[in-house]
């Protein structure tokens, strides 16, 4: 089994930056891939960004593209999401997922196997 636990949320000004932090404990010997997955209330989990094990493999959904960077590191199975130009349309609960199949279809909710409990980011105007 694999523990995720996501830190680094917080409210922030609109234009603001925030760095979210996702690690891992347990059987994280297996882990494939790592993503964020954001849930706004009143609506469903969207996909946010994704990035393998090779870190060349990177996969942002299009309303955070040159906003937001995915990173990881390995040795310490943990995973970052870098938020700058923050807009209050961004104001959501902040999952981080990770899946041992490296063939998974990193975009959509059913790849992840395990979720952390989420962390509020909220931006005001």
């Known amino acids: 089994q694999v523990q995720l636990v996501e830190s680094g949320g917080g409210l922030v000004q609109a234009g603001g930056s925030l760095r979210l932090s996702c690690t891992a404990s347990g059987r994280t010997f297996s882990t494939y891939a790592m993503g964020w997955f954001r849930q706004a209330p009143g609506k469903e989990r969207e996909f946010v960004a994704a990035i393998g094990r090779i870190t060349t493999n990177k996969y942002y959904t299009d309303s955070v593209k040159g906003r937001f960077t995915i990173s990881r590191d390995n040795a310490k199975n943990t995973v970052y999401l870098q938020m700058t130009s923050l807009e209050p349309d961004d104001t959501a609960v902040y999952y981080c997922?990770?899946?041992?199949?490296?063939?998974?279809?990193?975009?959509?909710?059913?790849?992840?196997?395990?979720w952390g409990r989420g962390t509020q980011v909220t931006v005001s105007s």
């Open positions: 997922a990770s899946t041992t199949s490296p063939y998974s279809q990193l975009p959509y909710r059913s790849a992840y196997e395990y």
